[in-house]
């Protein structure tokens, strides 16, 4: 990693377009950005906002019936295959589902078709955040003394999702306002040119986008949302897209417990 000329060192910013299993031993001394924008990390981030204590991830079902199960009292199960509830389920995927009189002092557990098993791709980063818009602000505040940032787009059924690569070029283009000389890869570039394309086709104000059904708009276009409309969640689009809802910054917690919480530096 190379300091510039005035000894602070130089950002490096990598985007993953799909999850990659292989990108694990290069984000061990990183810090790794999974982004589910429809619907996974912005249910986690909308949960941990409305008083959640924990929430705990797996990529199968059985296992998070299992880690569900284990402790007293028991966690919530949480989650969805294909955008349908998963039986036997407590909640399902929305966020309109996460208000505080459900999820306020409970620990969770989510297992999802593509987030949770993008957060599982990069399980061994040194720090691990998980971004939506709902919070991405707060996201790119605690990321801009970040030397190593690598952003994984969680896709959909293993193909590159429109909605969180917008997402990570958001990220990627904010973070270089703050640190003009990073380094980014050619997928940050990519994701960072399609954020832009969308400020520019006339939803944006001010350098920003001006309401949150602008930005559903082009959430709409995605393969995830497209998947969501079909399967009747057209609300959540626009649940999704309320830019900065929430001030807060969700990872992983420090401790050896594990799981994901409010960061100690976020403002309720």
């Known amino acids: 990693m190379e300091n510039d000329a005035d000894g602070v060192m130089q950002q490096t910013i990598r985007v993953d377009l799909v999850p990659d299993f292989r990108s ?45 199960a ?108 703050h640190r003009a000389d990073a380094r980014i890869d050619d997928s940050a570039r990519i994701a960072q040119s399609a954020w832009q394309a969308v400020l520019d086709h006339g939803v944006s104000s001010a350098g920003g986008l001006h309401s949150t059904e602008a930005l559903a708009g082009a959430l709409q276009q995605s393969l995830g949302g497209r998947n969501l409309i079909r399967a009747g969640y057209q609300q959540d689009i626009l649940r999704c897209a309320q830019l900065d809802a929430f001030g807060q910054v969700v990872e992983r917690g420090p401790d050896p417990v594990g799981g994901f919480v409010l960061s100690a530096d976020s403002a309720r």
């Open 70 to 177: 284990a402790a007293q009292p028991t966690r919530l199960l949480c989650g969805e295959r294909h955008c349908r509830p998963i039986e036997g389920f407590t909640l399902g995927n929305s966020p309109s589902e996460y208000g505080p009189s459900v999820v306020g002092g409970r620990e969770l557990v989510l297992t999802t078709t593509n987030g949770t098993r993008a957060i599982e791709s990069v399980a061994s980063a040194r720090r691990l955040v998980v971004a939506s818009f709902l919070n991405l602000s707060a996201t790119v505040q605690t990321l801009i003394a970040e030397p190593n940032v690598h952003v994984v787009c969680a896709g959909t059924d293993g193909e590159v999702s429109y909605e969180d690569v917008l997402l990570a070029g958001a990220i990627t283009a904010r973070l270089r306002q």
């Open 24 to 68: 694990a031993r290069n984000v061990e001394a990183g810090c790794a950005v999974v982004i589910d924008v429809l619907r996974a990390t912005s249910v986690m981030v909308t949960a941990c906002h409305h008083g959640a204590t924990r929430i705990w991830t797996c990529g199968e079902v059985d296992a998070a019936r299992h880690l569900a």
